[in-house]
């Protein structure tokens, strides 16, 4: 898999009534560095219910080499462009890891953003260009993870 390279597949599970068509796109991919984004090309639908809009599922994977032998993942997943945005943040290793992640949702610029963990009570505010430009600072110990509701303020 190179750079700029897409793949798709189809996926059968038990939120839709057929197959679900989805988009790989290699962001990058170096010897230690390797960034997926994943979409849903096809509509989510089960019996006469629309779930899903095509594009509406995403979500980006990013696998880092810290040493040899030593890879961290990190993934984001959020649906919708509207309603609430989830960011969810695994730390998959028996180590303390850190990384920086690129939130590549422009709608972020120039806004504030609060990031609340809906699974425990950490709550931060954030410049939203920063975390386009820059990203968010992640730091986690081992197997910590966080799901934020991404609150946008104008």
Sequence with gaps: MRSGSELYFAQSDNRASGD??????????????????????????????????????????????????????????WAGERGTECLVVVNYSDHRAQCRLSLPLPALRNRRVRLTDMMGNEVYDRDGSDLVDHGLYIEHAPWHFNVFALGVQP
């Design 20 to 77: 679900v068509i989805y988009r790989i796109q290699v962001k990058q991919a170096g010897p230690a560095r390797l960034v997926i984004a994943i979409d849903n090309v096809t509509a989510v639908r089960r019996f006469l219910i629309t779930f899903f809009e095509p594009g509406d599922l995403q979500s980006v994977h990013y696998l880092e080499r810290r040493a040899q032998g030593r890879w961290s993942y990190y993934g984001l997943a």
